[in-house]
């Protein structure tokens, strides 16, 4: 199977993550992404146990290693599965996708590297797009608003700051993707970083499970948190097809990847019936310009 093969499958299984996890994600739920933790940590850590007895190499230590990354990476999807309550997936998954630019200034300044002029033009771009798109959910008025999110089955609460959450994302993954580069220039090999990742996540579902479950005596079951599990199994897919992905065509297969989110938002129309405005879209388009622009250099 060639790299454009497993390319494709990582932008169907991520973007297929966002739309499964914008369909897991009740409004009316306070406790909805408690319960999008424990569905992906439980998935990721069966797949970590899967890869140490398989005789992937792994220690204990690696998790406190990559501890730093790894809890800035599940902070930001905490965040993110809880905007996606308040906020369409078609203007947060372009928001979200956007932490490219954020690692990018970060390791231009603190690790002193280098950046082309067009990078530098992406970079601007991409951070242009999210202040447009804040400014737009803003000023936007009540009415149109009210009747933008009318046309759509999920009801939302009105709040401005709802699109808060998708640049908290934004800046936090920025920041893991920074310590990503950190420690694995110097510290933890690839595969396991990866295991560490899926196993302090898994701590956190148990955590998250815990709060919920026991603390606040809330229902979780399997069958009622159907597109959970999906959202989990195809974001944990979609990690293991882009390994494969990058390693045999990472020029070309980095900004085919990267622009899984033009399919998020492409979902977000056909299934969940989101309309926005030819204002967002235009504004969404320049994200996702900046975003494979990045992918290219």
């Known amino acids: ?18 739309l499964f ?17 424990i ?18 190499p792994f220690a204990f230590g690696d998790i406190l290693t990559y501890l730093p990354a790894s809890l800035l990476y599940i902070l930001a999807m905490i965040l ?7 906020i369409e997936l078609s203007v947060s998954s372009p928001i ?34 999210v202040l447009l798109l804040s400014l737009l959910e803003k000023r936007q008025g009540d009415a149109e608003r009210a009747e933008r999110r009318e046309q759509s089955p999920v009801k939302y609460q009105k709040s401005v ?14 920041l893991g993707t920074f310590a990503d580069a950190l420690l694995l220039d110097t510290r933890i090999a690839e595969e396991q970083a990866n295991i ?17 479950v026991v603390i606040k005596k809330q229902r979780f079951r399997l069958w009622d948190e ?22 045999g065509n990472a020029v070309v297969a980095a900004p085919l990847i990267s622009s899984y989110c033009v399919f998020s938002v492409l979902w977000s129309r056909i299934f969940l019936k989101e309309k926005l405005s030819w204002k967002y879209y235009a504004v969404i388009g320049l994200a996702v310009v900046g975003i494979a622009i990045l992918g290219m250099e």
């Open 80 to 86: 993110g599965y809880a905007g996606l309550r308040y």
């Open 196 to 212: 560490a990742y899926e196993f302090t996540f898994l701590f956190m579902a148990v955590c998250a499970f815990i709060y919920v």
């Open 161 to 174: 700051w709802a699109i808060l959450f998708p640049i908290l994302y934004c800046i936090i993954d920025g």
């Open 96 to 129: 979200c996708n956007s932490s490219g630019a954020v690692a990018a200034v970060l390791c231009f300044v603190f690790l002193k590297q280098a950046m082309t002029g067009l990078q530098l033009a992406a970079v601007a771009l991409i951070c242009l797009a």
């Open 39 to 56: 569905a992906v940590g439980a998935v990721m850590g069966l797949h970590g146990i899967y890869m140490v007895a398989t005789g992937t």
């Open 226 to 247: 159907k597109p959970k599990f999906a959202a989990a199994l195809v974001e944990t897919a979609g990690q293991f097809t882009y390994i494969f992905a990058i390693g």
């Open 1 to 18: 199977m060639s790299w454009f093969v497993f390319s494709l499958f990582s932008i169907l299984f991520w973007s297929g993550s966002d």
């Open 21 to 37: 996890s914008k369909m897991g994600s009740k409004p009316s739920d306070t406790y909805s992404h408690w319960k999008m933790i």
